[in-house]
Nanobody, 126 residues
Framework: QVQLVESGGGLVQAGGSLRLSCVAS????????MGWFRQAPGKEREFVAA????????YYADSVKGRFTASRDNAKNTVYLQMSSLKPEDTAVYYC???????????????????WGQGTQVTVSS
């Protein structure tokens, strides 16, 4: 079992930056690809970014490409999402998730992820 805890959310003005963190329990964290998703009020949860177990490979939704960067520190059991040039439409609850399948593919669908954090609120004011 893996437990995930996100932090780093908050209120920021448009154009600003935030870095989200997701700390995982369990010794198998370094074997799992990780994903970031977000859910805005009244909308479905959507894929934001994914990062391979090594951190060498990443994949982003078109809406955040060039503005968000996923990274990880396996020694700290932590994955990060650096968010820059934030827009009001980035306002959402952000979730990290772990894919325990050991697949080399970075997944964009929620159903492919096995463990989820509780989420952290990001609010971008205009």
């Amino acid at each position: 079992q893996v437990q995930l805890v996100e932090s780093g959310g908050g209120l920021v003005q448009a154009g600003g930056s935030l870095r989200l963190s997701c700390v995982a329990s369990g010794r198998t964290f370094s074997s799992y690809a990780m994903g970031w998703f977000r859910q805005a009020p009244g909308k479905e949860r959507e894929f934001v970014a994914a990062i391979s177990w090594s951190g060498r490979n990443t994949y982003y939704a078109d809406s955040v490409k060039g503005r968000f960067t996923a990274s990880r520190d396996n020694a700290k059991n932590t994955v990060y999402l650096q968010m820059s040039s934030l827009k009001p439409e980035d306002t959402a609850v952000y979730y990290c998730a772990a894919d325990r399948s050991l697949s080399q593919r970075l997944e964009i669908f929620m159903r492919e992820y096995d463990y989820w954090g509780q989420g952290t609120q990001v609010t971008v004011s205009s």
